[in-house]
């Protein structure tokens, strides 16, 4: 299994087995994961050498969001706190999963309203629900180790897919600049391998540059496909099939909110 030491007590497993990224935080008394990944049986094999690796077991599992490829592998936490935004909660249930054959259906045990902190003898590990990618999105920060978890509110070598039908990206814009403004070294995102400021930075131009584009096309009263292509326009350092339902989505959001002001 392939973890990646991010700092003395965090490491991050990035890809496959488990898809979207799963990060674990060791704590004095246990480890706590952000997120769980996507198959099942990779993900228990993950499960067993990170105990062995860290002499602590997997007491908690935090979620950053409710897409599959960050859930799907819950039933190997069932014995788990499992912690969510009340928002992630409700998309899972209405995203009607069902378990992997031969398991029982697992959800989150635990919500909380927009912070949360974890203690455990002198580590701390602050959980964060911001919006963004999702209307559920979430970060987990340790402020000792200097690491956020960010979930699909940052990508990195992956064009950022904010075509998520409840996704918000005026909240991602936010969330970005909150992660800008904490002591951070090492940023985790959903996709994709760990990076710094400098994408959390990358991603924040890029999302605002399309805003703007997009708002000034609005203004001048273009077309639904001439505000898209607006928003094409703007050049990113990564490009994919996740673009044109995202700058859709994003015009959406923005034609809306145009007309209300
Ligand atoms: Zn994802």
Redesign the pocket.
Known sequence: MVFTKVSEKVYTIIGPPA??NITAFLLPGQAVLADCGLQLPAVTEVKRALEVISNVQIRTVILT?F?S??TRALPAFADCRIISSPSMLTNLRLSGRKPPEGYQLTLPNEVFADRLEIQDGDARIIVKHTGGHTDGSTYIYSPEHGVVAA??NLWINYYP?GGAKNGDPDLWIQALEEYLSLNVEHFIP??GPVGTKENVLELLTYIKNVREAMIEAIALGKSEEEVIRAGDEVEYYTSGIAKSSTLRKWQKIWCERAEIM
Do not use: F, P
Request: cysteine-free; overall charge negative; glycine content about 18%.
């Open positions: 898809y979207a969001h897409h490829d960050h979930g699909d897919w959903g996709h």
